[in-house]
């Protein structure tokens, strides 16, 4: 293990390794992907291993190790009683995960998308609520007048009298409203709802236009947010506010949008960096310059 960890430093700690900060969280995302995946191991069907697999599978004594493409953590296990192929997969016919910074944006960006995908549902059912109100308002009204005044007439009867404040109030506003606006409210919403259904599509897909129209729709609507929120001050408010605040400082900060820190070019060289087979030598070396018994075996 003192042999793994001086020789096969990598640029980074590999997931797990480091203690984390104590007021410094820091997830990793491999081990939360393999943890509800499992690990991503190559060749577990194969009756012998050939030197070039050494980068991800090797034998000692009786045991196979076999490396997780995506957390990197090395399992011991028994060979195949029965194998189904002469030899692990090539190079290019692996597919490999996603690891470090792709990794840890597929999965925020999914989690956006999960809360943009709400909005949609929300605003939705909202938008068609107003629209059908606005077909229904006069038969609403007439049962409306009507409840109110048996109400009344319960109470000491009199005219309709539904006070200043409070839900019959709202709703007999409501019904003062031109039909005109309220079916153009209810357009508006519903046009809303749309804008984040696409949102969620084009963030689970992980679409750079989706993080674009993201970041301008949630910008455009922050001030409108702190508005609402001097005007009247509740938790449910502050909650929305800072996880749209958060959404923008990522997709700006993380994303790199507008060419922020480099912009696109750079998000590149960081995949390039985490990602592919360059990323797994350097993070195992080790496992390259120190050829065992089945890789000296193998080695032609
Ligand atoms: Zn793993």
């Excluded at 007021?23 to 291993?49: K, M, N, Y």
């Excluded at 470090?100 to 995908?117: C, E, F, Q, S, Y």
């Excluded at 938008?127 to 007439?153: I, N």
């Excluded at 003062?176 to 969620?200: C, D, F, M, Q, W």
Aim: glycine letters at 8%.
């Amino acid at each position: 293990m003192a042999e793994q960890s001086s020789v096969g430093r990598p640029d980074r700690p590999l997931p797990g390794t480091v203690k984390p900060a104590r007021f410094r969280p820091r997830f990793h995302w491999e081990l939360l992907a393999c943890g509800t995946r499992g690990h991503e191991l190559v060749g577990l069907d194969a009756a012998h291993l050939r030197a070039e697999d050494r980068i991800f599978a090797f034998e000692d004594e009786e045991v196979r190790w076999h490396r997780c493409l995506r957390c990197d953590s090395w399992l011991p296990l028994r060979p195949p009683p029965r194998s189904v192929r002469e030899h692990p997969p090539d190079r290019d016919e692996i597919e490999l995960p996603l690891r470090g910074k792709p990794l840890r944006d597929k999965v925020v960006l999914r989690l956006i998308a999960i809360n943009r995908a709400f909005h949609f549902l929300i605003l939705g059912l909202l938008g068609t609520a107003v629209l059908l109100f606005a077909a229904h308002r006069t038969e609403l009204k007439q049962t409306f007048y009507r409840v109110v005044t048996d109400l009344q007439g319960g109470v000491g009867g009199g005219p309709v009298q539904t006070g200043k404040t409070g839900l019959v109030h709202e709703l007999d506003r409501l019904f003062t409203l031109k039909s005109g606006t309220i079916e153009l409210v209810g357009i508006a919403v519903l046009v809303y709802a749309v804008v984040e259904g696409v949102e969620a599509v084009g963030l689970w897909y992980q679409q750079r236009w989706a993080e674009y129209l993201t970041f301008i729709v949630t910008t455009s609507f922050i001030p409108l947010e702190v508005y609402e929120l001097i005007h009247k001050f509740t938790a449910f408010k502050i909650f929305a506010l800072v996880v749209n605040v958060a959404i923008v400082v990522y997709l700006l900060h993380a994303k790199r949008l507008f060419g922020f820190r480099g912009g696109a070019a750079a998000e590149e060289a960081e995949r390039e960096r985490d990602i592919g087979w360059q990323a797994l030598e350097r993070s195992a070396a080790w496992a390259l310059s120190a050829p065992g018994r089945s890789a000296g075996s193998a080695a032609r």
